[in-house]
């Protein structure tokens, strides 16, 4: 007898937890005061009517970045590690250096690996100094 299994996602927030499902999410937050705060819906779905692979996958990301507006609205309590100043500006900081990285002398495999390795900064500024760490156990 086959098993299916759900197949979650997830997000560690700077005062919670954010998971999803196939077509629900559901996010825990603790407040300044200290109280837990629970929010769950609907997820904006738009790429389950679309058969062809090379769209399906575009579709179903775009559907996990539409979650974040709909997860800010029911919960505004919650704390997206990517909205600190600092992530932002290594997020921007990090594009234009991978990006000059792709255009130098470098060898390719050079080039592609000084890139990838620059756009990690922003995930490990993330998780400096920040209890999102907590989060994932």
């Excluded at 769950?40 to 009517?49: D, H, L, Q, T, V």
């Excluded at 919960?75 to 932002?88: C, E, I, N």
């Excluded at 620059?118 to 998780?127: C, F, G, I, R």
Aim: charged share 20%; proline share 7%.
């Amino acid at each position: 007898m086959k098993r299916d299994h759900i197949r979650l996602g997830g997000m560690a927030l700077q005062n919670g937890v954010l998971v999803h499902g196939p077509t629900s999410w559901g996010a825990a937050v603790r407040g300044r005061d200290g109280a837990l705060h629970v929010a769950s819906g609907k997820k904006p779905r738009f790429a389950e009517s679309v058969d062809a692979p090379v769209l399906r996958g575009p579709l179903r990301l775009a559907e996990a970045f539409a979650l974040l507006p709909v997860v800010r609205r029911a919960l505004p309590q919650a704390r997206f590690p990517f909205t600190r100043p600092p992530v932002v500006g290594s997020i921007i900081a990090s594009s234009l250096v991978a990006r000059a990285l792709r255009r130098s002398t470098l060898s390719a495999g050079g080039r592609e690996i000084a890139a990838g390795a620059v756009s990690l900064l922003p995930a490990a500024l993330a998780l400096r100094g920040s209890g999102l760490a907590e989060y994932h156990g």
